[in-house]
């Protein structure tokens, strides 16, 4: 069910992408190095790309559900300055594409609760809500999800291998409505991981907004500086490439050795006995020289917020197209025509 890039390059016109990030505040080096570097260069192969803003999905985190407008704005523009290119991809949020959304009730009725209960990614997000109960979006919104990727047929689906249960459901649900209406409408998506290492954050643990340990795409190059400054390191002298046994050395290793495209092991021998502190600068550096270009385009493009409304509206528009014609197939073969 996993599909590698380089299936993706022998015949890029087989496949169509779908993915997305939930707006809960900017991306940071973790989104970039982990998927959306990724998404350009299938953009560049030519593969037909739609990226979900998942508007409704994020009602199920509180702290960030008062200004969806502006935090979907926000991610428009972190997936511009990062090269992905409106002309070529489908950039919308799933709250204005109602055919999208109403695909969840037949899809609804294909999946058990238990099913619902039993999604481990699902679990893990209950476990750490800060949330008193558990709302009815939280345990459905796996399903939602298989219709932000099922309305326009996507075949592949660019994630994190926290997302795996959730295409998971996504590929049972085309399985069955396949089945039980006897119509192959939809085609079965697959994941195509990321091969890069994950970063973490600068504390050492997962790289998240919410932490204050993430290095966002837009930060400037002093808040870069200060952020790796402060970032948790170890007192060995002699800098290595060791994951397991010196976790935060070795992610200021990897994040030096990702923005400079060399290997970890290079950049950790060149570092040698220079201690945190040169680690620090070395990262800070190459942070600051690979992202300038990016942090550019963002400022300009962010002083223009009527272009970053019309990149999303005409999105938006192609998608309703699409949801449109796939509501309608599946309201043909449910008979309900
Ligand atoms: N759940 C994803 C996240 O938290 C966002 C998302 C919503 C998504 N719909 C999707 C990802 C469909 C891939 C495909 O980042």
Known sequence: MQTSTAQVRQDPSRYRVLTGDRPTGPLHLGHYFGTLQNRVELQQLGVELFLVI??????????????????????????????VDPEHATIFTHSAVPALNQL???????????E?????????????SRQSSVSGLMLTYPVHQA????????????????QLPHLETARTIARRFNDRYGAAVFPTPEALLS???????????????????????????????????????????????????????SNLVLLAALC???????????????????????????????????????AELAADRSHLRAVLRAGNERANAEADATLAEVREVMGMR
């Open 104 to 114: 969840l009730l037949p899809f609804l009725s294909l999946v058990s609760v238990a």
């Open 195 to 249: 091969a890069a290492p994950m970063l973490l954050g600068t504390d050492g643990g997962k790289m998240s907004k919410s932490r204050g340990n993430a290095i966002t795409l837009g930060a400037d190059e002093d808040r870069t500086a200060r952020l790796i400054r402060g970032a948790k390191t170890d007192t060995e002298r002699r800098i290595g490439y060791d994951p397991e046994q010196r976790p935060e050395v």
């Open 147 to 162: 219709a932000d990727i099922l309305f326009c047929k996507a075949n592949l689906v660019p994630v994190g291998q926290d």
């Open 260 to 298: 400079e495209g060399r290997s970890p092991q290079e950049v950790a021998e060149e570092v040698g006995d220079g201690g945190s502190a040169a680690l620090k600068r070395r990262a800070t550096e190459a942070v600051n020289e690979y992202f300038r270009p990016i942090r550019t385009r963002r």
């Open 54 to 83: 998942p508007d409704y999905q994020a009602l199920t985190d509180r702290d960030t559900a008062d200004r969806p407008a502006e935090l979907a704005e926000e991610i428009v523009l972190d997936y511009l300055a990062a090269g």
């Open 116 to 128: 619902l209960h039993r999604n481990p990614t699902v679990k893990d997000e209950i476990a750490h």
